[in-house]
């Protein structure tokens, strides 16, 4: 069983068109989304229709998905200035979207379990097994993962929301970092998505990969929006680091 996975798109359509056309050609049994679809990018809407309709796709929640449906900020106060700014786009970015739209986030599932063969299961989930705020980052140490995914017996788990890929094993159970589409902070701008195919036998094959495409253009559409501070998102998707380095969010 093959399985594509990819996540934190962002609202940034270019590099979703990128990814998709790379997905396409992989002719995998199943297509995973792994959450926050919007958000951070100029082009809520547009992401949304992408998959709204699509019955071959399976799509979780991401916490900047359940900040907009929820209405995060009109219900938590903002913590910093970090949160006001983000708070901004949250109430933008629901302005734009339809009803619908937004019932159809509010409606999406927190994680998912694939079983290919009776005792092998992929666990997938947008931030930590138990909490869609929460972070998995590579720098942890194999202690502070292991606390992270304590209970969960999975072989594999996948999962975004980092903004840099990577696949690591901690004591038997493999991690998947399948995060950015919209935009990476690992210092390469390109989209990156996974593979991940079972093969039988408890055996997994992953992969991480990655694909260029025309990021001025959609730096541009992001600078000259209707979004607070475009110009940070617009460096970000230009140089794949994070805005402000003193304030990295995990
Ligand atoms: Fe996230």
């Known amino acids: 069983m093959k399985i594509v996975l990819y996540s934190d798109i962002h609202a940034q359509l270019a590099p ?18 792994i959450g926050d679809l919007v958000m951070l990018g100029p082009e809520p ?20 998905d359940w900040w907009v ?17 983000l708070y901004e786009m949250v109430k933008k970015t629901r302005e734009r979207l339809s009803a619908e739209q937004i019932d159809y986030l509010d ?14 299961d992929f666990f997938i989930f ?25 209970g969960t017996d999975a072989e594999i788990m996948a999962f975004g929301h980092v903004h840099g890929p990577y696949v690591r094993e901690v004591d038997g159970q493999t991690l998947v970092c399948t995060a950015a589409v919209g935009m990476n902070w690992d210092g390469d701008y390109r989209p990156a998505y996974s ?9 997994w094959n992953v992969e991480t990969k990655r694909v260029a495409y025309d990021c001025e253009a959609q ?13 940070r998102i617009a460096k970000m998707v230009r140089t794949g680091e994070f805005w402000n380095p003193a304030h990295m969010p995990h």
Do not use: C
Not at 69 to 84: A, G, I, L
Not at 219 to 231: F, T, V
């Open 45 to 64: 809407v547009e992401v949304v229709e992408r998959f709204m309709w699509r019955k071959d796709v399976d799509v979780l929640a991401g916490n900047l």
């Open 69 to 85: 449906s929820k209405r995060k900020d009109e219900t938590d106060p903002p913590k910093n200035e970090h949160h006001v700014w």
């Open 16 to 33: 979703l068109d990128a990814v998709q056309e790379a997905v396409a050609k992989e002719n995998a049994d199943r297509e995973i989304v």
């Open 219 to 231: 730096a541009k559409k992001n600078e000259n929006g209707w979004m607070p501070h475009g110009e």
């Open 126 to 150: 947008h931030a930590t097994p138990d909490d869609i705020e929460d972070a998995i980052p590579l720098r942890f140490t194999d202690e502070e993962v292991k606390e992270k995914i304590k």
């Open 195 to 203: 593979v991940v195919e079972y093969e039988g036998d408890g055996k």
């Open 107 to 120: 409606g999406l599932m927190w994680s998912m379990t694939i079983t290919p063969e009776k005792g092998h």
